[in-house]
């Protein structure tokens, strides 16, 4: 079965600084699909990026960029120009690319801190 | 347009009783489904329909838990005889089930609590 980890319980980060966050995954799976999910205090699972495993270029998305590593089974979220409304419980996910099951596998979170 | 609704937002019950979640997903959206989100835990799957039919179940944790989808839309989980470990937020998703991403879009969640 596919796990994911997220080894930061808690970050902080200056607002205007950049941040990285970490995630992890244990597979023998050849291709599937990568998420970063924000979950603000309202609970709302928001999608912030993806990134499929056979594409080789990293996924971005305004001020959110990723630093996949298929080799080394990673999947970091990078935060440019952090801003306040980016404090929130930050979620890896992992979903197989083969059929039978769409389900998200998550990791346990992050929850991040903007500092004015 | 309208995105994943869930009912109600928060539900208070004491052990023993049966409660029922309901979910109503974007519409036209074939997938839907169930997670568990327990206090500074991750979300973990509870299942998994396509269409009316659920190809993937695995996550229900006991025989208390079950859930049903009609019409290919709303859907509703039920757990039975609750118990205090039952105390979470569960959040229900829906996606057009096809394509590349076949991105999932949540809903609010529904915190409950056993007393």
């Known amino acids: 079965a596919q796990t994911v980890t997220q080894s930061q319980p808690e970050m902080s980060v200056q607002e205007a600084e950049t941040v990285t966050l970490s995630c992890t995954y244990d597979?023998?799976?050849?291709?599937?699909?990568l998420f970063w999910y924000k979950q603000p205090p309202s609970r709302q699972m928001i999608l912030v990026i993806r990134?499929?495993?056979?594409?080789?270029q990293n996924a971005t998305e305004n001020r959110f960029s990723v630093n996949f590593q298929k080799a080394a089974k990673s999947f970091s979220l990078k935060i440019s120009d952090s801003q306040l409304g980016d404090a929130a419980m930050y979620f890896c996910?992992?979903?197989?690319?083969?059929?039978?099951?769409?389900?998200?596998?998550f990791g346990k979170g992050t929850k991040l801190t903007v500092n004015p | 347009g309208a995105g994943v609704s869930q009912s109600p937002s928060n539900k208070v019950t004491e052990k023993g009783k049966d409660v029922e979640l309901r979910c109503d997903p974007i519409s036209g959206h074939t997938a839907l489904y169930w997670y568990r989100q327990s206090l500074g835990q991750g979300l973990e799957f509870l299942i998994y329909?396509?269409?009316?039919?659920?190809?993937?179940k695995s996550g229900l944790p006991s025989d208390r838990f079950s859930a049903e989808r009609t019409g290919g839309s709303v859907s509703t989980l039920t757990i039975q005889r609750t118990q205090q470990e039952d105390s979470a937020v569960y959040l229900c998703?829906?996606?057009?089930?096809?394509?590349?991403?076949?991105?999932?879009?949540f809903g609010p969640g529904t915190r409950l609590t056993v007393l």
């Open positions: 329909f396509q269409g009316n039919s659920a190809p993937d």
């Open positions: 998703a829906s996606s057009v089930g096809q394509g590349t991403y076949n991105e999932q879009f």
């Open positions: 990134q499929e495993a056979y594409k080789q």
């Open positions: 996910a992992y979903r197989s690319a083969y059929g039978g099951s769409e389900k998200l596998v």
């Open positions: 597979t023998s799976e050849s291709d599937y699909y």
